[in-house]
C-alpha cells in the first residue's frame, strides 16, 4: 500500500502564500508512476478538484478557481508533490487532499489512493 501524507497547512491571511506537501510512503511506485494531484473540500461543501500532474510532471491541469494562482509540482526522485499557493483568499478554506493515480472521467476528476488531508484557512 501507499501511503500519502500532506503537510504545509495553516493560517494565512488574504493575499499570502502557502505550500503544501504530500509525501509518499510504503509503495512508493504507486504514486510515482501514476498522474496525482490535490483536491479540497469546505465546510458543508462537496469534495472539489484543484490541480493535477502527470507522473512526470510534464503536464498540469488546474481548476478554474485557482489558475494563476496555484502551481502544482512533485520530485519523484523524493515521493514528493507540492501545491504552491499564492494570492489566497477565504473561498480558499478547505481541507486540502493529496491524491494518486488521478484521472479525468466524464468530465470529473477523480482518484484512487488518498491522503489524510490537511486544513488551509484564510483569513484576516
Known amino acids: 500500500q501507499v501511503q500519502l501524507v500532506e503537510s504545509g497547512g495553516g493560517l494565512v491571511q488574504p493575499g499570502g502564500s502557502l505550500t503544501l506537501s504530500c509525501e509518499a510512503s510504503?509503495?512508493?511506485?504507486?504514486?510515482?508512476?501514476?498522474?496525482a494531484g490535490w483536491f479540497r473540500q469546505a465546510p458543508g461543501k462537496e469534495r472539489e478538484f484543484v490541480a493535477a500532474?502527470?507522473?512526470?510532471?510534464?503536464?498540469?491541469w488546474y481548476a478554474d478557481s485557482v489558475k494563476g494562482r496555484f502551481t502544482i509540482s512533485r520530485d519523484n526522485a523524493k515521493a514528493t508533490m507540492w501545491l504552491q499557493m499564492h494570492n489566497v483568499n477565504p473561498d480558499d478554506t478547505a481541507v486540502y487532499y493529496c491524491?494518486?493515480?488521478?484521472?479525468?472521467?466524464?468530465?470529473?476528476?477523480?482518484?484512487?489512493?488518498w491522503g489524510q488531508g490537511t486544513q488551509v484557512t484564510v483569513s484576516s
Open positions: 491524491a494518486s493515480d488521478t484521472n479525468k472521467i466524464g468530465g470529473n476528476w477523480m482518484a484512487n489512493y
Open positions: 510504503g509503495r512508493t511506485d504507486t504514486f510515482n508512476n501514476y498522474a
Open positions: 500532474t502527470s507522473w512526470d510532471g510534464g503536464r498540469t
